[in-house]
């Protein structure tokens, strides 16, 4: 079983800056990769950045020069550094991840969400 839990939301000024944080724990044999998503009010949801393995990174056209992704590996950890937030930010934040707990198993795996406010 893998879980993985986020950290980091909460109500922040516009241009101010936010840092997220997923730690995946469990039984992990490899992580193939890892994800932001945010969901605003009456939106759909939508990817935020994607760190790949072999390195390859994924951005939003609209977070991109803002937000930066990186991964801590040894402790399975991805982070979601955000600068210059704008109330159009403003959304539920969900780690996801590609994850496999055996050597033939790949699952994909959600966290529960943190919210981000920017407002003044």
């Known amino acids: 079983q893998v879980h993985l839990v986020e950290s980091g939301g909460g109500l922040v000024q516009p241009g101010g800056s936010l840092r997220l944080s997923c730690a995946a724990s469990?039984?992990?044999?490899?992580?193939?990769?890892m994800r932001w998503y945010r969901r605003a009010p009456g939106k759909e949801r939508e990817l935020v950045a994607e760190?790949?393995?072999?390195?390859?990174?994924y951005y939003l056209d609209s977070v991109k020069g803002r937000f930066t992704i990186s991964i801590d590996n040894a402790k399975n950890t991805v982070y979601l550094q955000m600068n210059s937030l704008k109330p159009e930010d403003t959304a539920v934040y969900y780690c996801?991840?590609?994850?496999?707990?055996?050597?033939?198993?790949?699952?994909?795996?959600w966290g529960q969400g943190t919210q981000v406010t920017v407002s003044s």
């Open positions: 996801n991840a590609d994850i496999s707990t055996t050597y033939f198993s790949r699952d994909n795996y």
């Open positions: 760190f790949a393995s072999g390195g390859k990174v």
């Open positions: 469990g039984s992990i044999f490899n992580i193939y990769a």
